[in-house]
């Protein structure tokens, strides 16, 4: 029952601090936002577990003054709150409670992501089958390499965390990061030696997943599962289709019109729907797949 209360209360502190965020702040909002906060840290004081998060919003907490950087001060703010905040998620998902971790935008992260998967087309257009599986095998050793380096020496991974400062989100500095799980996912992809499936996997979410996160924390509104939203969720189905049916028009133009639709539109249905539920696998391995499975489905149908 604690451990539910808990829950409820960190779940109402990741939707507020959300509102904080480059693409969404308004200055006018700060006063409503500072009096949620100032009742949810009297809440959150009461609860054992989160009453060290309680002192650190107290203490940071920006003043009720109307300042000129008052962007500024409430994104420092929600930066200070953030080890905290990632500290009681992780406990909670110890107990198979979760909660979403805390990302705001990141437009250097989003541009890698973006870069990524046109690097990862690039490959899937030049290579055969087997050379693709080979080359995507190197990728994710290397990264599990680093996985496993950074576990065994604190200095490796503080050195790891500096380098990629500019991409990295704070929960990764403890858990498998996200690049990780993608080099995973390419290795599954190859292993269906199927051109469609892999262009269609890598470009829903190298562009499925940025703009539903830009387009989730600028215009979300209708929340649906782990900190998601509608609108989010829809954007992301809009500009993984779109993208994906173009990429099947450029190098599988054999498909023809109708069947490259299909595919896109499914690969990136069940792409969004795998963003949407997942909960303890990272959706860079889950989106990827789950994408390739629904382009898979339609493939076969047709």
């Given at each position: 029952m604690a451990a539910q209360r808990d829950e409820v209360l960190v779940l109402?502190?990741?939707?507020?601090?959300?509102?904080?965020?480059?693409?969404?702040?308004?200055?006018?909002?700060?006063?409503?936002?500072?009096?949620?906060?100032?009742?949810?840290?009297?809440?959150?004081?009461?609860?054992?577990?989160?009453?060290?998060?309680?002192?650190e919003l107290e203490t940071q907490l920006p003043g009720p003054e109307v300042a000129p950087d008052a962007r500024t001060r409430w994104l420092q703010f929600k930066k200070s709150l953030q080890p905290g905040y990632e500290k009681i998620a992780a406990s909670l998902r110890?107990?198979?409670?979760?909660?979403?971790?805390?990302?705001?935008?990141?437009?250097?992260?989003?541009?890698?992501?973006?870069?990524?998967?046109?690097?990862?087309?690039?490959?899937?257009?030049?290579?055969?089958?087997?050379?693709?599986?080979?080359?995507?095998s190197l990728y994710a050793g290397t990264f599990w390499f680093l996985e496993f380096g950074r576990r065994r020496s604190g200095a490796m991974n503080v050195a790891l965390l500096k380098f990629f400062r500019h991409v990295v989100h704070s929960h990764e500095a403890t858990r498998v990061n996200s690049s990780t799980w993608y080099a995973t996912a390419l290795v599954l992809l190859t292993l269906t030696h199927s051109p469609v499936l892999c262009l269609v996997g890598v470009g829903v979410l190298g562009v499925g997943d940025p703009v539903a996160a830009f387009i989730g924390r600028r215009f979300g509104r209708t929340r649906l599962l782990h900190g998601r939203s509608l609108e989010g969720s829809l954007a992301f189905f809009v500009a993984g289709s779109a993208v994906a049916f173009g990429l099947l028009r450029t190098f599988r133009p054999e498909l023809g019109l109708g069947v490259a639709l299909g595919v896109a539109a499914a690969g990136s249905l069940f792409g969004a729907l795998a963003e949407l539920f997942s909960l303890r696998i990272d959706d860079n391995l889950s989106v990827p797949v789950a994408a390739a499975?629904?382009?898979?489905?339609v493939l076969a149908l047709l």
């Open positions: 109402e502190l990741h939707q507020v601090l959300s509102e904080i965020d480059p693409v969404r702040w308004r200055d006018d909002a700060a006063a409503a936002l500072r009096a949620r906060l100032v009742t949810l840290q009297q809440h959150l004081v009461q609860h054992e577990r989160l009453k060290a998060l309680a002192g110890a107990e198979k409670i979760h909660v979403p971790s805390l990302r705001p935008t990141n437009w250097a992260r989003s541009v890698f992501h973006v870069a990524g998967a046109a690097v990862s087309v690039l490959l899937i257009v030049v290579l055969s089958p087997w050379q693709l599986f080979f080359a995507a499975a629904g382009s898979a489905l």
